[in-house]
């Protein structure tokens, strides 16, 4: 299992999912599934409020959900000169704005 820290201020938006269930589950507040767009990866929220485990396959149909893009935001961010965790993280950094 891989726990992970969401993003602080990170902006929420919903990609293209693959099935029905998995769109519901993401738009509904009372379900613990998240999804970061900064990193493109889904994960199941803890009750800590700010961590997720990292999901490989959807819990509905089974679909491989695609790679997390975590190490490649990191590494970007680190060529910049930008420590994430001491630093202010630039905007186009809290969404996928950044992959552009």
């Known amino acids: 299992m891989n726990i992970v820290m969401m993003l602080k201020n990170e902006r929420q938006t919903y990609p293209e999912c693959c099935c029905e269930d998995m769109r519901e589950a993401l738009s509904d507040s009372e379900h613990p599934i998240y999804y970061s767009s ?24 089974g679909t491989k959900l695609p790679k997390s893009r975590r190490d490649a935001w990191f ?15 630039p905007i186009k950094y809290l969404s996928s704005s950044w992959l552009e």
């Open 38 to 61: 900064a990193f493109q990866e889904f994960g199941l929220q803890l009750s800590s409020g700010f961590e997720y485990s990292i999901l490989k396959y959807c819990n509905w149909c």
């Open 75 to 89: 590494d970007s961010l680190e060529k910049l000169g930008i420590d994430p965790w001491g630093n202010d993280i």
